[in-house]
């Protein structure tokens, strides 16, 4: 194929996927309010747990719920190796106090440690909470660590709050996940 036929075959090609692929307007139309309802209704925070999850096309095509406690774990995964990294960033930083260096690299192990336990292989039927709950006992040891080394940096205390927004996102797809297997 000529390299002149690339642009009709991009064109093309663009042109199908837009006209199959449903709008966010459509896929909210099926079942995804009263499927993502059921998912966040237990969250601690609602309107975020909605935010989050409706901000991935994932979610909206999804067919059941529990496609959208599939989503919602990779989605809080994402954020913990992301969190992980912000860590691990502050630890090797050149601008860091080495006396902190410890506190901040366990921190960031702590946080790739909960994102192995966002996934529906480790979650267990009636104990899912509790696994995810495994997560949050990862940031509070973070958190010990951070105070017990006194470290004091700025933007730490405003990333864990993020994570345990996302967190509360996780948690609510847990309850749902053991909600439907009883």
């Not at 059921?38 to 096309?57: D, E, G, R, W």
């Amino acid at each position: 194929m000529g390299s002149s036929n690339r642009p009709l075959l991009f064109a093309t090609l663009f042109l199908y996927l837009l006209l199959h692929f449903p709008s966010q307007t459509e896929a909210r139309g099926l079942k995804c309010p009263k499927l993502l309802n059921q998912v966040c209704k237990t969250s601690q925070n609602y309107a975020f747990c909605v935010k989050i999850l409706m901000s991935s096309p994932l979610t909206l095509l999804a067919p059941n719920t529990k496609g959208i406690v599939v989503n919602a774990l990779d989605i809080v995964r994402k954020e913990s190796v992301k969190t992980s990294k912000f860590f691990d960033g502050l630890a090797n930083g050149k601008g860091t106090v080495p006396a902190f260096k410890p506190a901040l690299q366990e921190c960031a192990s702590d946080f790739m440690a909960a994102s192995g336990l966002m996934n529906l292989k480790v979650l267990e039927g009636d104990f899912a909470t509790m696994d995810v709950n495994y997560a949050l006992d990862d940031a509070r040891s973070c958190e010990t660590k951070l105070s017990m080394d006194k470290v004091n940096i700025k933007s730490i205390p405003a990333a864990i709050k993020n994570w345990k927004n996302f967190y509360a996102v996780a948690n609510a797809a847990a309850l749902t996940l053991e909600n439907l297997q009883n």
